[in-house]
């Protein structure tokens, strides 16, 4: 089994910038699987955010996000990161890392996932 836990949110006013962190921790090697962010607001349904390979020679990005959002993973600290800049409102909801897909990438279909942490971008 593996835990995921995601740091890093909080409350920004649009235009600022948060800097997300997930930390695994379990049987399986941190550099054996992809890793994902999905995001879930109100009254939406839980979304791709962006994917990043196991090497982390591959990312992927959402369209919205592209530009602004950069993922990254440190495989010696078992961490996955999202460094989100020039926030906007519309960027709102809880973020949760997910790891190991049993899919596509861009598919909420991840063996493992963290809690969420929140991130509320005022405007």
């Known amino acids: 089994q593996v835990q995921l836990v995601e740091s890093g949110g909080g409350l920004v006013q649009a235009g600022g910038s948060l800097r997300l962190a997930c930390v695994a921790s379990g049987e399986r090697a941190f550099s054996t699987y992809a890793l994902g962010w999905f995001r879930h607001a109100p009254g939406k349904e839980r979304e791709f955010v962006s994917a990043?390979?196991?090497?982390?020679?591959?990312?992927y990005y959402r369209d919205s996000v592209k530009g602004r959002f950069t993922i990254s993973r440190d495989n010696g600290k078992n961490t996955l990161y999202l460094q989100m800049n020039s926030l906007k409102s519309e960027d709102t909801g809880v973020y949760y890392c997910?790891?190991?897909?049993?899919?596509?990438?861009?598919?909420?279909?991840?063996?493992?996932w963290g809690q969420g942490t929140q991130v509320t971008v005022s405007s």
């Open positions: 997910a790891g190991y897909p049993l899919g596509s990438l861009m598919d909420a279909d991840y063996k493992y």
């Open positions: 990043i390979s196991w090497r982390g020679d591959n990312t």
